[in-house]
């Protein structure tokens, strides 16, 4: 089991929060992001941003992910948010429309639609390994459930998988799966 202290977590999510934000405005420049991670409204639907998108005149919520274990090739698609209050993870409850995963070290961010992701992995997802992890908040803890689920699987079966990768100068290249 991985541990993990509240700030190194928050300081992966603002990372990939970051990541997320670049890669959106290159793709849709004349977009509009909404933050909305703190408003409660959205918390508890799993919405991290609000993306205007002038196209199609439309509103898509995003769910960003951070992970700063991109070597190891797999997604950790949280199941159990807090095991011991028995919540569940965000990728069963959330309603965005997309999750933008961002491999934070790698400067890679994942737009992986959410609803054709959940419809592929339920029905497989005994297949799939699970791992734990433990973030320390103060004094106490709380352990995170997720699913390890290779990545060139995800990207290979699930329509609208998209990997993009940031250069140096900002600009972001479309990624081959392998």
């Known amino acids: 089991m991985r541990a993990y202290t509240m700030q190194a977590v928050r300081s992966t999510a603002d990372q990939a929060v970051a990541l997320a934000r670049e890669l959106m405005t290159f793709l849709e420049g004349r977009g509009r992001i909404h933050d909305v991670q703190d408003d409660p409204r959205f918390q508890h639907r799993g919405v991290d941003l609000l993306w205007e998108v002038p196209e199609g005149d439309r ?9 700063r274990h991109g070597r190891r090739g797999n ?3 949280e199941l159990i948010s807090n095991v011991e209050k028995d919540t569940p993870g965000c990728f069963l409850y959330s309603t965005a429309d ?3 995963y961002a491999f934070v070290r790698e400067r890679e961010v994942h737009q992986l639609p959410l609803p054709a ?7 497989q997802a005994r297949r799939f390994p ?7 908040t103060g004094t106490a803890h ?3 459930v997720g699913a390890l689920v290779p990545v060139r699987d995800v990207q290979r079966s699930v329509t609208g ?3 993009w990768k940031r250069r140096d ?3 972001w290249d479309k990624k081959a799966v392998r």
Not at 60 to 67: I, R
Not at 117 to 123: M, S
Not at 130 to 136: M, N, S, V
């Open 59 to 67: 509103v898509l919520g995003v769910e960003v992910k951070g992970d």
């Open 75 to 77: 997604y950790f698609l």
């Open 98 to 100: 997309f999750v933008l």
């Open 117 to 123: 992701l959940r419809e592929w992995f339920l029905p």
């Open 130 to 136: 699970t791992a734990q992890a433990r973030t320390r």
């Open 142 to 144: 709380y352990t995170t």
């Open 161 to 163: 998988a998209v990997r």
């Open 169 to 171: 100068e900002g600009a």
